[in-house]
């Protein structure tokens, strides 16, 4: 059946206008002038709603199978769905076991089956002790591979050290997979935490002090080292300060097959705003100031940062210890998936930014990181329907009747934004529409073939 979406806001990769999508079979088989539509029974008009494309979130932390009271595949989803993602790539850690092995990336797929509204990709786990897994994960499907420079706190998928980067380093290579990296360094840790013996924890300050610019700053140094070396795709996640963009941008303009994402909550808040036992805002890396906010924001309008990411990690209440107010105690993590692109939207609206980028920042970009290019990403022929109607007019406060995943906690209530997802579709089938979730289990594992010709920069020249 060909189904018709007409919008006078159509956001495709040459810029926003009047346009009729046209839909056989899941897939976008023209993008044309309203009135050159085929006729169809099926036709959708959404007026003066802008049509975008279904958002690729590549780090979220859904934690099932093991971990699913924090948050599994069916609650994720519908987050996702919800907030205009129409796909989703799962880090391999928190759940249970860590996806570093295909025994576990299987016990994945089987607890994924039948639970998913939006589609879904793994990510691969790298330490220094499964190394002879890599390729096997890669012909297994996996898009690329996580590790940490730092310990986690994850028993399953311990921190790397820089050797165990230089052995696995031509392997990765082979993969023509990205490896994303949490870019920490112990080191410039250590120092502060001797002296902040004694401090108070529940100041944000304390916290903040506890996890300094130049923990990131030696970390994306040693990496930039290796990826010359060895030409692995490299891929900094969750980069949080702006100390390190003259390095990243030079990286990049040396040919280093480089990418960096950066998050909601680092393009929104600031540490002098963080109020006493704020615990919800705790993250790793932390927020840091206004004026490094800043600096991010324009490190993304410059290219230098290349995607948002939502790095939605949630975890029970109790886990954020509200009641004490201890940073040091609480679990590090900022969930945000159904309200990502209403985060950013209103930050990029108080900028001046055109709403065009949010797309290419949380739809184009993520999907040429996580090699779906192909069809996922944009409003273009050939490309699988994925669509959201986004009012990017209307203004809501959050409460917990807009979060749709299983804990109703966040950083963001009592918050107000713009930008409220209408609709979302995900292969031109209506998955989300106004509170209701029409479609459970409609979506599908997108897995990778590994193939070299999806390179980053590849996908990069054609569609970002």
Avoid at 279 to 295: D, G, M, V, W, Y
Avoid at 431 to 447: C, H, M, R, S, W
Wanted: glycine share 8%; net charge negative.
């Amino acid at each position: 059946m060909v189904k018709v979406f007409i919008s006078n806001r159509v956001i495709t990769p040459q810029g926003m206008r009047p346009a009729a999508v046209v839909v056989e079979n899941g897939r976008i088989v023209a993008v044309t002038e309203r009135d050159s539509a085929p006729q169809s029974s099926n036709v959708l008009d959404f007026g003066d709603l802008v049509l975008m494309p279904g958002l690729v979130d590549t780090h979220v932390h859904i934690n099932e199978p093991g971990r699913t009271e924090w948050e599994g595949f069916e609650t994720a989803t519908r987050a996702a769905a919800a907030g205009g993602i129409t796909t989703l790539v799962d880090m391999p850690l928190n759940c249970l076991p860590e996806t570093t092995t295909v025994d576990a990336l299987e016990a994945k797929r089987a607890a994924a089956a039948g639970k998913c509204y939006v589609d879904w990709a793994a990510w691969g786990g790298l330490t220094d002790d499964n190394q002879g897994h890599i390729l096997d994960l890669a012909n297994a499907g996996v898009r690329g591979f996580k590790c940490f420079l730092i310990d986690p706190g994850i028993e399953g998928l311990t921190m790397v050290t820089e050797a165990g980067l230089e052995r696995a380093a031509p392997t990765l290579a082979e993969t023509g997979l990205p490896l994303l990296v949490h870019a920490e360094l112990p080191g410039p840790i250590a120092a502060p935490a001797r002296e902040l013996n004694g401090a108070d924890w529940q100041r944000y300050e304390t916290y903040l002090r506890s996890r300094p610019d130049a923990a990131e700053i030696e970390a994306i140094r040693m990496l930039l080292r290796l990826c010359r070396k060895y030409r692995f795709r490299l891929h900094i996640v969750h980069l949080s300060t702006a100390l390190a963009l003259e390095e990243l941008a030079a990286a990049e303009a040396e040919g280093l097959p480089i990418t960096v994402e950066t998050c909601p909550h680092y393009l929104h808040f600031a540490a002098e705003e963080i109020a006493l036992s704020a615990t919800l805002l705790k993250c790793a890396p932390p927020i840091r100031s206004a004026q490094n906010r800043e600096a991010l924001w324009n490190g993304l309008q410059q290219g230098t940062i290349h995607l948002i990411a939502s790095d939605h990690s949630p975890c029970p209440p109790a886990m954020k210890r509200q009641e004490e107010g201890d940073f040091r105690k609480a679990w590090g993590g900022i969930a945000s998936l159904s309200i990502a692109a209403s985060i950013v939207w209103t930050g990029m609206r108080e900028r001046g930014i055109s709403l065009c980028r949010l797309p290419q920042w949380m739809a184009q970009a993520p999907a040429a990181l996580a090699g779906l290019s192909a069809k996922k990403g944009a409003i273009a022929p050939g490309m699988d329907a994925d669509l959201v109607v986004f009012d990017p007019d209307a203004k809501f406060e959050v409460d917990p009747s807009h979060l749709h995943y299983r804990h109703k906690v966040s950083a963001y209530l009592g918050e107000s934004f713009y930008g409220v997802v209408e609709r979302t579709f995900l292969r031109g089938e209506e998955i989300y529409n106004k509170g209701d979730f029409p479609a459970l289990g409609a979506g599908e594992e997108q897995v990778s073939l590994h193939l070299r010709h999806e390179h980053v920069h590849g996908a990069q020249s054609s569609t970002w």
